[in-house]
């Protein structure tokens, strides 16, 4: 069983920037595994983010994010990332983590079922 907790969430400011972690336990991710980030704003479906696979050899990014967010990983720590700077008010969501212990395809990871979920973490932007 895998357990993922989100922080880094609060109130940000429009322009501003946020780094978001996701501390993996219960399993140690191979270099297939596929660690992802989504966000749900009140009254919206779940959005992907960003996804990177666990060897860091390829990631993806949803439009709305691309050029403003890096997702990275630490492999000592499990832990994955979320950077995003030139925050927006639509930016504003709760943040959650994702894992897919194993996918052996080529990028699209935003279309993945993942099999694994975090609690989510708060980002408040403030205009």
């Known amino acids: ?14 322009g501003g920037s946020l780094r978001l972690s996701c501390a993996a ?14 966000r749900q704003a ?11 696979r666990w060897s860091g050899a390829s990631t993806d ?11 990275s990983r630490d492999n000592a720590k499990n832990t994955v990332y979320l950077q995003m700077n030139s925050l927006k008010p639509e930016d504003a969501a709760v943040y959650y983590c994702a894992a897919k212990p194993w996918y052996g395809g080529l ?9 694994y979920w975090g609690q989510g973490t708060q980002v408040t932007v403030s205009s």
Do not use: C
């Open 1 to 14: 069983q895998v357990q993922l907790v989100e922080s880094g969430g609060g109130l940000l400011q429009t």
């Open 25 to 38: 336990s219960g399993r140690t991710f191979n270099n297939n595994a596929i660690l992802g980030w989504f």
């Open 42 to 52: 009140p009254g919206k479906e779940r959005e992907f983010v960003a996804a990177i």
């Open 61 to 71: 990014y949803a439009d709305s994010v691309k050029g403003r967010a890096t997702i």
């Open 107 to 115: 990028g699209n990871f935003r279309t993945l079922e993942y099999d």
